[in-house]
């Protein structure tokens, strides 16, 4: 299976991006697609995840102002990122695991994406 996340820019506070994560090579279905983000000094902390047909999942620093969704038919998954702010800037990666999964605990998901980088600047 390969992610190939895309979408990352640079963006003023405030702005908007929408991130992409399409999953090929022999996808399964159900999965479970994360957002986890990592800035420069920090660890890899979980963003968003989203399952087949079910619910979503949002960390606290991110709801409300991000939104993920999905389009099975395309197995893509999308991380819209409204009023952005400078804190939100990270290299953002994709993950999928097989089956239902609603933690947050980055070990849980098998396969990565390559990461893509959000800038926003004040």
């Known amino acids: 299976v390969q992610l190939q996340a895309s979408g990352g820019g640079l963006v003023q506070a405030g702005g908007s991006l929408r991130l992409s994560c399409a999953a090929s090579?022999?996808?399964?279905?159900?999965?479970?697609v994360a957002w986890f983000r990592q800035a420069p000094g920090n660890e890899r902390e979980f963003v968003a995840s989203?399952?087949?047909?079910?619910?979503?999942f949002y960390s606290d620093s991110v709801k409300g102002r991000f939104t993920t969704s999905r389009d099975n038919a395309k197995n893509t998954r999308y991380l819209q990122m409204n009023s952005l702010k400078p804190e939100d800037t990270a290299v953002y990666f994709c993950a999928l695991r097989p089956g239902f999964y609603s933690g947050q605990n980055r070990n849980a998901y098998t396969y990565w994406g390559q990461g893509t980088l959000v800038t926003v600047s004040s």
């Open positions: 090579g022999g996808t399964f279905s159900p999965y479970t």
């Open positions: 989203i399952t087949w047909n079910g619910p979503v």
